[in-house]
Structure formats: C-alpha cells, structure tokens
C-alpha cells in the first residue's frame, strides 16, 4: 500500500496537500477546518505588522466560466493580504498550535523594503510556534505601490536582500513564494536560494484583467465603475504554473540540490498533483479549489493519488518526484532526436524491402509483404 506521508525540510506531513494562503486560511476557525478535514499543512493568509494600512474592496473577485458546462475555470482577485491585526494573529498562530500541535502551520509573511521589520515579524511569529516561513514576495496588486509583494518580488537584488534578512534571524524552514509575473522566474529563484532559503513556492497569481462587461462597458471587478489590474488562478493558469515549476525544480536540481519546492496553481485534482510532482515539486499548494470545491475536497485529491500511485507501483513520494524533468530539452535537440527515429525506421524499411526471390525470410514474412506494399 503506497503512502503519501513525506518529510519536507525536516517538516513531517501526513500528506502533500497544503492549503495555499488566501481565503481557505484566514483565521483560526477556517485552519482548524482545514486540519480537521486532513490538510498536510495549512499556509495562512498573508500576514503584516500593520493591517490598517491595508484595505480591501468589493467585488474583488471576477470568475471566467465554461461556456458549455458553466464551471469556474478562471478567477481573478484584487484582494490585499490579510486586513486583520497582527496582534490577533498572534494570539490564533498560538490557539491554532494548541489545538493542533502536529499540525504543520506555516506563516505566510510580507513587509515593507526595511531590516527591522522583517526581523521583528520574524521573530514575533517564531514565539507562537509556527512551524515554518512563506514569504510572500509575490503578490501582484495593490502591495507593489508600497514597494510589497511582487514589487520585491521582481527585483532579483532586493530578492536576494530581504530573504538574507529573514535567514539572518529565522529558526524554522523559509520558502520564497515566486511572482509569475517575470520573465525568467530562474532569476528570482536563484537569489532567493542563495540568500539560504530552504525552499521556493511557485506560483503567485497572474497579472490579468479578465474582461470587460458588454452591457456596462466598464471592466470586472467593477469597483464604483472602475478597476485595477489583478491576480488570475484557477484551473486556467495550471499549464503556466506547471512550466514554472518545472524551471524552478531545474535550478533546483542542477544549482542547489537538496533545496525543496512547493507547486501551485490550478490545482484541483490528485492527478494535478501528481504532475507537479513529476516535474519536481516536494508538496503543492490549492487556494482558489478550495474557494470553488470547499476543504473536503483534499479526500478525493488524496484518493486520487493514490490510485495514480498504485498503478505504477510506486510506494512513495519520492519514487516519483522529478520523474519527468529529464524529458525536457530545446527544440533543436527534438528535430535532432527526430531526423535520428526517422532514419533508422528507414533503415529498419529498407532491410526489409525484398530486392531479390532469394531473400525471401520465413520469419519476417508479414512485414517483408507489407514492406513490399508501402514502397
Ligand atoms: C482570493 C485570493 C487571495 C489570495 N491571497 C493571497 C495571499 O494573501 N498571499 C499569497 O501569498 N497568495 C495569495 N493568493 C495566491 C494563492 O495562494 C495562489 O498562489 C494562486 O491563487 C494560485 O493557486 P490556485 O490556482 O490554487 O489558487 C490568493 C489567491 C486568491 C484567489
């Protein structure tokens, strides 16, 4: 019987399905949901040392949908992080823990371009008992205009800088949570490792504007009449997530072995998983499944790869993780590798092509009157 328990950073989770932060972990009633339906590991809600400065909107959300069936395959979100103090924060990382002491609670954290407060909500999390660090260096609306989020996020240098300031005082394992928004998420990903982050998480949200309503004419969300730029998930974006994780668990693989990756993006299924796996990723992440399916949607997941693990006889994570990365190449080694098939079927062809009576073979017959057939 195949398990999916893993040990990642020296994490132990009974499970690789990880709540992403966003809505699905909120607060402490949702995470104890979460631990309660059998998560491997709850990533909060992005937290920061002053919420008032942060203030949301609605609608902050717009949802693309299939026109046959009519189900949510795109999702776009002008949320911020999270608008709740840091103080109650605080107090839930502590209820959260007490409740759930092997549950692994991961603190999704962001802060402004400045040492101390990175250093100070480092250190105030740690005393709660979390068990881990995801810094949210990624998110793409609204944080950037104070140099937050993606706006670091984007910035190989100040990348480099600011996760050297978490590692400098960080007890617990730290993942970078990787922008999208690049266009060489490689970049990005190298200064966050060389800084000493033990893992990277790939990927945030997409820029996007998801359309725009033919009766209004104002584009969605429509916020008194107008809008922003925000951040697209869902099944449509799994192909882009599933390309950059398979970059990242290159680096990973070639420049900085040993190092962890946490896929996300489109999510849905235990063959989703399964995938992100095979491309390299050590757990992966679900946010918005989890707003369209809810959390007991982790049971199938898990059924589902489980059964993919039965089928090829693999009895853990780590018989399979990073299967499929050797198959990528470049696209001339493909015309390379196809001109080689091509002529040695045609080799194979022409031994077969009878010239003479007396070649005739018993053996090969069929395939020498076929031969004979095609020319
Ligand atoms: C409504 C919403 C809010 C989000 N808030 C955060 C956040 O606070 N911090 C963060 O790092 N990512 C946030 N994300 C991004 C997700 O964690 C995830 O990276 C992205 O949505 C892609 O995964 P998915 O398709 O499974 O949702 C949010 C996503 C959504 C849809």
Not at 11 to 27: A, E, H
Not at 73 to 87: A, C, H, K, T
């Amino acid at each position: 019987m195949p398990t999916l328990e893993t040990t990642v950073d020296g994490l132990k989770v009974p499970n690789p399905f990880v709540i992403g932060s966003g809505p699905p972990g909120t607060n402490a009633n949702v995470i104890g949901k979460a631990f309660d339906e059998g998560w491997g590991a709850v990533i909060c809600k992005t937290v920061s040392l002053d919420a008032e400065k942060v203030v949301n909107v609605q609608p902050r959300y717009a949802r693309l949908r299939s026109r046959e069936s009519g189900e949510i395959y795109g999702w776009e979100n002008i949320e911020l992080i999270s608008d709740r103090s840091f103080e109650t924060w605080i107090d839930e990382f502590k209820q959260i823990k007490d409740r759930n002491p092997d549950g692994v609670l991961i603190a999704s954290i962001m802060e402004e371009y400045n040492q101390d407060a990175w250093h100070e909500i480092v250190g105030r999390c740690e005393e709660t008992g979390v068990d881990a660090f995801e810094l949210n260096m990624s998110c793409p609306h609204g944080l950037p205009e104070r140099r937050m989020g993606a706006a670091m996020g984007e910035n190989p240098d100040i990348l480099e800088e600011v996760c050297g300031w978490v590692m400098q005082v960080a007890k617990r394992p730290v993942w970078a949570k990787m922008t999208p928004n690049v266009t060489h998420i490689e970049d990005p990903t190298r200064a966050s490792l060389r800084a000493g982050c033990q893992g990277i998480a790939a990927i945030n949200t997409i820029r996007s504007v998801l359309g725009v309503d033919l009766e209004t004419l104002r584009p969605e969300p429509t916020v008194e009449g107008y809008t922003t730029p925000g951040g697209y998930s869902c099944q449509a974006v799994l192909p882009i997530a599933l390309r950059m994780c398979m970059e990242v668990a290159t680096v990973i693989r070639d420049e900085f072995p040993g190092r962890t990756l946490s896929g996300i993006g489109g999510i849905e299924t235990g063959r989703d998983a399964a995938q992100f796996i095979l491309l390299g990723c050590d757990t992966v992440q679900v946010c918005t499944g989890v707003m369209k399916m809810g959390y007991r949607c982790v049971q199938s997941m898990k059924e589902e790869l489980l059964a993919f693990m039965e089928h090829h006889k693999f009895e853990t994570l780590a018989d399979f993780r990073g299967h499929s990365l050797p198959y990528f190449t470049t696209h001339a080694d493909l015309v390379k590798r196809q001109a080689e098939a091509r002529a040695a079927k045609k080799a194979e062809h022409d031994k077969k092509m009878i010239k003479a009576d007396a070649e005739w073979d018993g053996d090969d017959f069929v395939d020498q009157t076929d031969a004979l057939a095609r020319g």
